[in-house]
């Protein structure tokens, strides 16, 4: 067994052949340790985690999850895989037409060969965590969009799982919600010894939980990685300038686009 639970080897990924989200990226992502993933949007974030869950495969490279090859085509090895890890999805993907404890109960009856009443326990405790147990009974349609992604936290955890993937995890929260989020992730993983991968824009939290920090530019490039004191200490301007948030500096903000001129017929 290495040091690490996850490993990323020269993975090159695109949607389609006109343009790369992931370019020969290499990382790894170790044990026991709250990992966050930054970058603009359309830097390949959501990505990585995708290929890591076998939702797509990569187009080069490997993907490795505790020493196998994960491969997307092989439906047993990613049922079984799977049932080690947890996914707070970017937009919740709750059931609608489930209540709130059936959402977050679902994993445990999939899974699992507990009883009802210990479903129900756990079921309640997971809720009680993001303040949401006295929300058990209601629909996912009376719950406002922050409720529903503590919901979604909820149900990421229900299993305990040995990885834990947050797509997006303070999107939609206040700031009492927000503190409250990052801090049950980070205690989460020291309690249960989880590797935990948070995928976000929201700097200051990411910084405040995660022992490494991974910095991704425009087709999955790896600008910087290392602790969150060096990164904020960077001298670097591409992360100096997303670490502070900084509208002027090589990270630009339009996303690539033909000329002004081309669209228009006018000079920019």
């Known amino acids: 067994m290495t040091d690490a639970l996850i ?19 290499s990382l790894r992502f170790m044990r026991g340790k709250v990992t966050s993933i930054l970058g603009g949007s359309g830097c390949g974030k ?26 997307a085509r092989d439906r047993l090895q990613l049922l079984r895989l799977r049932r080690r890890m947890g ?4 937009f919740g993907a709750l059931f609608t037409d489930l209540s709130v404890f059936d959402n977050v109960a679902f994993p445990l009856r999939e899974h699992t060969d507990l009883s009802e009443a210990m479903i129900r326990d756990v079921v309640l405790l997971k809720l009680h965590a993001v303040g949401l147990r006295g929300a058990a009974d209601l629909q996912i349609s009376e719950v406002s969009g922050g409720m529903a992604r503590r919901v979604a936290l909820a149900r990421a955890v229900a299993l305990d799982p040995e990885l834990i993937m947050y797509d997006e995890p303070f999107a939609g ?41 991974v910095l991704l530019a425009n087709e999955g490039r790896i ?6 004191a060096e990164l904020m200490g960077s001298s670097d ?24 001129e081309a669209d228009f017929g006018v000079q920019a």
């Open 223 to 228: 600008v910087a990685q290392g602790s969150p």
């Open 173 to 213: 929260l206040d700031l009492i919600s927000m503190s409250v989020a990052a801090n049950l992730i980070r205690k989460l993983n020291d309690i249960t010894g989880s590797t935990s991968l948070v995928v976000s824009h929201d700097v200051p939290e990411c910084m405040a939980i995660s022992d490494h920090v």
């Open 7 to 25: 490993e990323i080897n020269h993975v090159r990924f695109g949607y389609d052949a006109s343009r790369l989200v992931l370019n020969d990226i």
């Open 237 to 260: 301007p591409e992360v100096r300038q997303f670490v502070r948030g900084e509208p002027d500096g090589p990270v630009k903000f339009h996303y690539p686009a033909p000329t002004l």
């Open 87 to 90: 996914m707070l999805f970017q």
């Open 46 to 71: 959501t990505t990585l985690l995708r290929l890591i869950g076998g939702i797509c495969g990569a187009g080069g490279g490997q993907v490795v999850f505790d020493g196998e090859l994960v491969n």
